[in-house]
Structure formats: structure tokens, C-alpha cells
């Protein structure tokens, strides 16, 4: 499985951007996907997840502001991020398992990783 992510940017805070991740390949292997992000001398961390039938869980600090969501005839994943704060400026990455859970927020859930975008808020 292969993914892309695009959609990152400059954008100020209290803004708004959708990022996209599209899986190509063996797309079966996408039954969970989900985002995590990793903001400049920190570690990585879980953002949101959805499964194959539209299952989501999401990390505190994004709830009610992020919304993630999946198109499966197009294999792409999306993260609408709203009321963006400077704490948001990180690289999100997308991931994909076939067996995970939307529950495992750890990187090693996560057999497949795209490239990353990179997200900036402005004060």
C-alpha cells in the first residue's frame, strides 16, 4: 500500500485546511486509517482514526475541531482541520492497517505510512 497526503499549508490561527490522504496498491489493507502528527522537537501522536464502515476516534486536543472522514470508492482519507491554533503546526502523517483498531492510538498499530504534509498556524 502506498499513501500520499497533500493539503498542508500556511494558514493563520482560527483558520481552516483539509488534508487528503489517497492510498494506492493493496487497498484492501486500508480497513483503518488514521493521522498523526509531529510538531517540531516532539514526538509523533495520534490525531484521529476511522474505520472501513466509518468509526472514528479522535485525540482531546483536536475533538470538535477536526473532523475526519473517508471516500472508500476513491480511496482517500480526509482530515477537515477547523479553529486552528499554533499548536497545530506539525507534519501529519496518514497511516493504514488492515487488522488494526481505531482505539490503538500507537504508531506500531500502523503497518503503512505516507510521506507527510506539513501544517503551519500563524499567531
Known amino acids: 500500500v502506498q499513501l500520499q497526503a497533500s493539503g498542508g499549508g500556511l494558514v493563520q490561527a482560527g483558520g481552516s485546511l483539509r488534508l487528503s490522504c489517497v492510498a494506492s496498491?493493496?487497498?484492501?489493507?486500508?480497513?483503518?486509517m488514521s493521522w498523526f502528527r509531529q510538531a517540531p522537537g516532539k514526538e509523533r501522536e495520534f490525531v484521529s482514526a476511522?474505520?472501513?464502515?466509518?468509526?472514528?476516534n479522535y485525540a482531546d486536543s483536536v475533538k470538535d475541531r477536526f473532523t475526519i472522514s473517508r471516500d472508500n470508492a476513491k480511496n482517500t482519507m480526509y482530515l477537515q482541520m477547523n479553529s486552528l491554533k499554533p499548536e497545530d503546526t506539525a507534519v501529519y502523517y496518514c497511516?493504514?492497517?488492515?487488522?488494526?483498531?481505531?482505539?490503538?492510538?500507537?504508531?506500531?498499530?500502523?503497518?503503512?505510512w505516507g510521506q507527510g504534509t506539513l501544517v503551519t498556524v500563524s499567531s
Open positions: 476511522i474505520t472501513w464502515s466509518d468509526s472514528t
Open positions: 496498491g493493496r487497498t484492501s489493507s486500508t480497513d483503518v
Open positions: 497511516a493504514a492497517d488492515q487488522y488494526g483498531s481505531r482505539w490503538c492510538i500507537r504508531e506500531y498499530c500502523y503497518d503503512y
